[in-house]
C-alpha cells in the first residue's frame, strides 16, 4: 500500500471499485440464476395449460385468415358498437401489422422466438452498457 501524502493508505480507497465490481457481478449472477430457476419452475405448467406459444399461434392465425378471406377484422370489430375485447380472438393491431403475421404462416416457428432473442442479445453487446446496469438488466429478465 501507499502512504499518501496526508498519511493516510490508499489501500482502502484502490480496493472500493474492486469490491463494487465483485457485488455488481454477484447480483447479477444471483438474478440470472433466479431467472433460470423461474423458468425451469414455469415451463411444465404453461406447458400443462398450453400456454407455450399461444400469442404465436393468435398471430399466425390471424395472418392465415387474412391469406385465406382478405378479413383484418372480425365482423364484430367492425360495427362501430362498443363490445368486450375477447383476447386471442380479437384483433387489436393496426393493418400493417398483418404483414408480419402473414410472414409466420410461412417462416417456421423458431423464428419468432429466436430473433428477437437474438437482436436483443447484440443491442446489448453493441451499447456496451455500464456495469452498474447488469443486475438491472438480469432483474428485467427475471
Known sequence: MQVL???AYSGVVDR???LIRIVLLTLT????VLAVAEFLYMWPIEARDDNIGEDYRFYVSLGQRWLDSGVVYGARQLTGEAY???INVDNLYPPPAILL???FVF???FV???VPVILVAYAVWRQRPAM???PLMALCLL
Open 107 to 109: 417462416l417456421p416457428w
Open 132 to 134: 452498474w446496469t447488469w
Open 84 to 86: 368486450h375485447v375477447l
Open 101 to 103: 403475421f402473414a410472414a
Open 5 to 7: 501524502a496526508t498519511g
Open 29 to 32: 449472477g444471483v438474478l440470472l
Open 16 to 18: 472500493a471499485p474492486q
Open 112 to 114: 419468432w422466438f429466436v
